[in-house]
């Protein structure tokens, strides 16, 4: 077996990446549809959240994403009449975020196709592995997390050349 194939962060790429394409051209399309991959994971987010109240601050701690990103890509989606911020009786300047019932019923049939994509990708496995499957996945996941934490702790203090644009090029992940 090559090196590269056995590299855990190459399949996981390869597998976005295959996983993307095959959304891409079997996902159902719509008059006001999500333009972005961004915004269609803001839309799954609220769908799955709407018995609780999301904010902007909810949004970009879920998706690694400046205040600017999601502030602009917020106002994007509310524009194209995907979302509605209504500001909150104790603090008017707290904006709750919610779907429109046209991206409600979008989102909704986007779920069915995903989970239609779940049991694609699941098919030869048992209900145990696909568990363990998750387990693990959730392992990476956590392990990950950890090292950017780490990765962002020596960045506040760079010692080496190079290292705040590695850091700007991090930004774009």
Do not use: W
């Not at 006001?32 to 994971?41: E, I």
């Not at 205040?67 to 509310?78: F, P």
């Not at 998750?134 to 050349?161: C, G, I, K, W, Y």
């Amino acid at each position: 077996m090559e090196q590269k194939d056995r590299r855990l962060a190459f399949k996981l790429r390869v597998l976005h990446n295959q996983i993307k394409c095959i959304i891409h051209r079997s996902a159902p399309h719509f008059e006001k549809a999500p333009q972005s991959q961004l915004q269609g994971g803001i839309l799954g987010y609220l769908y799955h959240h709407q018995d609780q109240p999301v904010y902007q601050r909810d949004i970009e701690k879920e998706f690694r994403i400046s205040r600017a990103t999601a502030t602009n890509t917020l106002q994007v989606m509310e524009k194209n009449g995907l979302i509605v911020r209504k500001a909150v009786d104790r603090d008017a300047r707290l904006k709750r975020i919610q779907m429109t019932e046209e991206a409600m019923q979008g989102h909704k049939k986007i779920e069915e196709h995903m989970d239609m994509l779940d049991r694609r990708m699941t098919e030869g496995l048992s209900d145990g592995e696909v568990e363990e499957l998750h387990r693990l996945l959730d392992v990476v996941f956590q392990n990950l997390e950890e090292f950017q934490e780490e990765l962002e702790e020596r960045s506040s203090h760079p010692e080496q050349d190079g290292e705040e644009e590695r850091e700007r090029e991090c930004d774009k992940c």
